[in-house]
């Protein structure tokens, strides 16, 4: 059980620092709690928030979504990171920004349409 929503905590996208910085959208945790729904998988956090110490540390994007709890680097129990890949890109068509790594699913909710990959 989860305190954001049914199936995640904010535990799960705090800051590997431990920094203490867990802020989460609602959107994002939203868009994560259907994509467990329509797989019936678990969904596991590998990255969420990120204070700038640990997004600089790991070489992240200066303007990373995920400095604003606004992004989630994500895996799937025996799910392949393109299936999550391509039924993220096909059920948002126009928006977010979705990226394919070899060992995970970049997810964030910027409004306009972002898709990179491997």
């Known amino acids: 059980m989860g305190d ?3 199936n995640f905590s904010r535990f799960e996208f705090a800051c590997k620092d431990l920094c203490s910085f867990d802020v989460v959208d609602i959107e994002l945790v939203t868009l994560l709690q259907i994509l467990r729904d329509s797989f ?3 969904v596991t956090i590998k990255s969420g928030c990120r204070c700038l110490t640990h997004n600089n540390r790991v070489g992240g994007s200066k303007q990373s979504q995920h400095l604003f709890g606004k992004a989630a680097d994500i895996v799937m129990e025996n799910i392949w990171p393109v299936t ?8 948002y068509p126009v928006s977010y920004g979705i990226g394919l790594y070899h060992t995970h699913v970049h997810i964030d909710i910027r409004r306009r349409k972002t898709r990179w990959g491997i």
Not at 84 to 91: E, G, P, S
């Open 4 to 6: 954001v929503s049914k």
């Open 40 to 42: 019936n998988r678990k």
């Open 84 to 91: 999550v890949y391509d039924y993220l890109d096909k059920r």
